[in-house]
């Protein structure tokens, strides 16, 4: 016989293992909701049928409750958006947006809490799980249940499953290309979220802590972003000099591309660091993945091998990066490429 009381505790037991609940802090841009973050919320979805899902937006100004209307109604299917409005927020420092999650997670006692594996969410999230006082789970590719995680290790040349038997929140970063935006905007309705201002009267003053923001460089491109694009076109130590690397951008600008590079490109100088693409850069899965003079060591394919389809122009025909290739060209990409642009017109 089981007695009143233990079996009312084995009911609670079981209604907590099985309230999940997430918070999603998201990343904006002009007014919108940036892809990755939409990813984050694809990932979220997947942890169980019925997650309510808030989206925690912050920064200052109209842009910020632009963004959280956006999010509010559009085909996002969040049950809330939870906005931060405060100078604190300007900028992506890791200080207070890691004291915002702990201050929005105790309030709203969520059980989880995702976001996208870019620079933003890497900086943040593993301070927010240490105020927090619980361990991060990173670069998740694969949610099997809500404490079951697939992350790649050693370079992506293994992946590990990893339970999650914390006994406070679960904190995913999620990498983007795992959770593809198309589908869920395929999938959701228009929303009518409702919109909620977090309570920052408890923040309190002086959170930035010892980080200082100086300035944002950035270029000024009208090509797509390289962690979402369709295509990217990229260009590796072959090309010599930043002068010749032109003929990589020209290229992606002809296919509407955004432009990569390996470390050893970016390392001597040829294109500026946030076009790096591998296991220290930048994670893409585009459609179409081409390389130019890339030899395709292990921590560039890191990078890149979850492309659709790979295209390698090599001289050398031993390169690995003929191992991962769809289409191989061995030859020269000085002949190649000028060919290349003049046999696609331009757009
Ligand atoms: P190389 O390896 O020098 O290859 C150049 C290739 O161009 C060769 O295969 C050659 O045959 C070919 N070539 C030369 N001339 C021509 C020509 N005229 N026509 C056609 N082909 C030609 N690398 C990354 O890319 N991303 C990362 O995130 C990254 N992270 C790293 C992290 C760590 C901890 C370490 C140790 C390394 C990392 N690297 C990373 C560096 C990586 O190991 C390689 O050194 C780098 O990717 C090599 O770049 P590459 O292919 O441009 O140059």
């Given amino acids: ?20 609940s997430t918070l999603v802090l998201a990343e904006h841009e002009g007014g919108a909701i940036k892809p990755q973050s939409v990813s984050a ?5 997947s942890l169980s049928n019925d997650n309510p899902i808030s989206l925690l937006l912050a920064g200052s100004g109209s842009a910020l409750h ?36 702990h201050l929005v997670q105790q309030k709203g006692g969520y059980s989880h809490v995702i976001t996208a594996s870019g620079s933003f969410g890497k900086n943040i999230l593993p301070r927010a799980a240490a105020l927090l006082d619980v361990s991060p789970i ?13 992350r790649p290790i050693y370079a992506g040349n293994a992946l590990c499953t990893v339970r999650y038997t914390g006994a406070g929140p679960c904190l995913l970063t999620v990498r983007s290309t795992s959770f593809p935006v198309s589908s869920i905007l395929a999938d959701s309705k228009s929303n009518d979220a409702p919109i909620t201002q977090v309570d920052l009267s408890t923040f309190g003053e002086d959170s930035v802590g010892k980080s200082r923001y100086v300035k944002h460089t950035s270029q000024d491109t009208e090509r797509p972003d390289l962690g979402n694009a369709r295509v990217v076109v990229t260009g590796g130590r072959a090309l010599k000099s930043a002068e010749n690397f032109k003929m990589i951008e020209k290229l992606a600008e002809k296919l509407g591309a955004a432009v990569g590079a390996t470390r ?32 395709g060591a292990i921590q560039h394919l890191a990078g890149m091998r979850d492309s659709k389809v790979i295209v390698a122009v090599n001289k050398d025909a031993e ?23 003049e046999k696609i017109p331009e757009k």
């Fill in 1 to 20: 016989r089981i007695s009143p009381s233990f079996a009312s505790r084995i009911i609670a037991f079981t209604s907590d293992s099985r309230s999940i």
């Fill in 41 to 45: 919320v694809k990932a979220a979805k």
């Fill in 66 to 101: 632009e963004a959280a209307a956006n999010a509010a109604s559009c085909d996002l299917s969040v049950s809330e958006v939870l906005v931060a409005d405060s100078d604190e927020f300007s900028h992506p420092l890791a200080e207070p947006w890691a004291k915002l999650i």
């Fill in 138 to 150: 990173t670069d998740v590719i694969e949610i099997s249940d809500p404490h079951l995680f697939v």
């Fill in 264 to 295: 050893a490109a970016v390392d001597a100088g040829y294109v500026p660091n946030e076009l790096q693409v591998g296991q220290t850069g930048k994670i893409v899965a585009p459609e179409l993945y081409m390389a130019f003079g890339v030899s």
């Fill in 319 to 341: 390169a690995p990066i003929f191992q991962v290739a769809d289409y191989g060209l061995v030859g020269d990409i000085f002949e190649v490429i000028p060919e290349l642009l």
